[in-house]
DNA sequence: CTTACATATGCAATTTCTTGCACAGACAAT
DNA sequence: ATTGTCTGTGCAAGAAATTGCATATGTAAG
């Protein structure tokens, strides 16, 4: 019940539709956990019919009309019951290292490539997240309860991908030197 | 399809049956990918009717008889095609950030009991990994391809935990200091 | 003698996620 | 005029993953 939740965690801000929602999720933890819009949608109804969101539509002139998602109190107690829960670390399936494994002369150039070629893919979304940190977050010690959360997200993206940078540099000269 | 693939990865060393195939998962990948036993099972049966395996039963005297599968010619051509398509980074589905983006006063020592919980959870993963590397990879120039994918999985999990335990460190300071 | 663990495979049900498609209007640019 | 982009919601099908249960034997520890 992961997205479920990362969804009633949104509402807890403010009310929002499955739109609304989506292009939120595309800004914030997107970046590392891309969600379609589908994928809100339905679980949006599973939450209104467990009672943990209400639906309300609204009518606009010249517009779709949009469905807006509000918590509900058993939605509320919900949420705050699982944030307590113990966490797991998250599966990391790296289909890179998967294909490295398979590593042999045959594949050698093609593997070099998709390194290098993820490596700048990295560095691009590196890039990203530093401009929002230096526009957002100039210092994290003055910011309140709820924004240091936000913070440390963004903390966590930018240290995974200059990881993974490294991570790209070491596979480089390695997988690039002469075999022994 | 990544299961299935990293199966077949795994098969390129030896044929194997479902059991040995959990076994192994479980001591590589499976530190940052857990699978299950079912899932193997399942992902063997499709292997199999899609003819990229072949299946052979071994029966033997005072045990449950295995069935140890091999590549076939289709598969080792499916996974070479497979390895050179590019990839995709991983997502990333942190429960723990999500937690995090909930952050107030209610839950805030429950979040940093459970953050610290997960930096000695991470701290153990690193020493096991460090002390795999210690033991079977000291001198990674030296190593032939097939081992050096196998050391550039390895020192992913390290670095990664490395990082995970900073961001705890972090995160720890950052929650459990004062709000302005 | 009983409990636990390792070997060995599997079904069934459910949940979760992905992919493809469909509808429908507004606004800006070419 | 047409193309493209943004707003806005959704169904349907399938793939992938999780969870729970079931079976069967050997060996070691308490």
Redesign the pocket.
Known sequence: ???SHAILVSLTDRAQ???DLA?RFDQTVGFFW??????I??E??KLAKADWVRAETITQA??????VYELTDPGRAALAAWVTEPTTPP?F?EELLVKLFALDSDNRDALLAEIARRRSLHGERLARYEAIMAEHYPNPAALNARKRGRYLGLRMGILTERTTLAWCDEALALVGSAAS
Chains 1, 2 share one sequence.
């Open positions: 019940m992961a997205l539709s499955g739109y292009k891309p969600v379609s819009h589908q994928q949608y339905q949006l109804h010249d517009r779709p009309n949009r469905i599966s399936k």
